[in-house]
């Protein structure tokens, strides 16, 4: 089967439509497992890959560490298909990967795009064609970096 960007994109859509499309939060922090959270009661199956294998085991357990996410609301999404990995290889098996970590400000008062860069290369060898790959971390527009 060849790939043309039209019929990748009609796929994409129909399976985003159907709620087919599996989705991958890379980064489960503040901005991500929220996220995450979201994109399961919308009825997706999503899966959260972190680097921090305690997040992935308490999420895992069904737990939260993030004070204003209640436990109850991790079980629900795990009833919906919500599950953690520190597997990055698992990123082949996603149709759409948003990636939410942290740009911190550095002594120039400039984002830090090192988890960005060090996340991209993690992933890198495990995308495909087709997949919809979304940067959600704050930069701002002068930033012009090779990812």
Same mark, same amino acid.
């Given at each position: 089967?060849?790939?043309?960007? +039209?019929?990748? @994109? *009609?796929? /994409?859509?129909?399976?985003?439509?159907? &709620?087919?499309?599996?989705?991958? %939060?890379?980064?489960?922090?503040?901005? +991500?497992?929220? @996220? *995450?959270? /979201?994109?399961?009661?919308?009825?997706? &199956?999503?899966?959260?890959?972190? %680097?921090?294998?305690?997040?992935?085991?308490?999420?895992?357990?069904?737990?939260?560490?993030?004070?204003?996410?209640?436990?109850?609301?991790?079980?629900?999404?795990?009833?919906?298909?919500?599950?953690?990995?520190?597997?990055?290889?698992?990123?082949?098996?996603?149709?759409?990967?948003?990636?939410?970590?942290?740009?911190?400000?550095?002594?120039?008062?400039?984002?830090?795009?090192?988890?960005?860069?060090?996340?991209?290369?993690?992933?890198?060898?495990?995308?495909?064609?087709?997949?919809?790959?979304?940067?959600?971390?704050?930069?701002?527009?002068?930033?012009?970096?090779?990812?």
């Amino acid at each position: 089967m060849t790939f043309s960007a +039209g019929t990748g @994109l *009609a796929e /994409l859509k129909r399976k985003m439509q159907t &709620r087919e499309a599996r989705i991958g %939060i890379v980064g489960m922090g503040y901005v +991500g497992l929220p @996220l *995450a959270l /979201l994109f399961s009661g919308e009825r997706f &199956r999503v899966t959260g890959f972190d %680097i921090a294998p305690d997040k992935v085991k308490t999420l895992n357990a069904g737990g939260s560490y993030i004070v204003r996410i209640l436990p109850d609301a991790i079980q629900e999404a795990q009833k919906a298909g919500f599950r953690a990995t520190a597997d990055y290889s698992e990123i082949a098996q996603m149709d759409a990967v948003v990636i939410c970590v942290p740009t911190p400000l550095d002594q120039h008062r400039e984002p830090d795009l090192s988890y960005v860069t060090h996340t991209v290369e993690s992933i890198a060898p495990h995308i495909r064609e087709g997949q919809l790959i979304v940067l959600e971390s704050t930069t701002y527009p002068e930033q012009r970096t090779k990812l």
